[in-house]
């Protein structure tokens, strides 16, 4: 076998284990690449009561949900009992709508707007938000955290509150 031959015999596999490398490098950098981009969801509140809402984040958002959250549950999250908090209004985007959170537009306290469906109440308008309660607003999300604001009406205007830490 002359020196070419070898050489050949011996340049295949590390070819194609420089080829294999570089294939498992590149798919790492672009799997763990993909979560750089993730952006939880971020709620505000425009100040006005009713208050209207707007959502960021890249998460595919499942529902929207507004609560009260009495006295005694005014705690901390990990701490808080969500089965004591009052669902007030509560909508979720129809089948075949875009549920990607930036995506969702403004959405104003009782009204549902175009592609949502009212869950809560099954019927009727959602109660009036009461000056002096302490509100909760956001919902869950895939593909990136769901997030949320806890909110009072003060003064006949929407104001946030500071979450317990």
Sequence with gaps: MDDNAQLKVWNQPES???TSCTVLLLLF???TGSCIYEENTKVSIDGKNPPTFKLTGSGHQMFFLVSEIPSENQVPNAQQ?????IELWEIVPDKDTRD????????????VPPDF?????????AP???EGKVYGAGGLA???NGGGIWFT???GESVLVPEPQ
């Design 142 to 144: 895939y593909g990136a």
């Design 153 to 155: 009406i003060k003064n």
């Design 81 to 85: 009992n969500p089965t004591r908090n």
């Design 128 to 130: 009036k938000l009461i």
């Design 29 to 31: 950098v672009l799997l």
């Design 16 to 18: 194609f284990l420089i």
């Design 117 to 125: 469906h009212q869950k809560t109440p099954s019927q009727g308008d």
């Design 100 to 111: 990607i959170t930036r995506n969702w537009p403004p959405i104003t306290y009782g009204k």
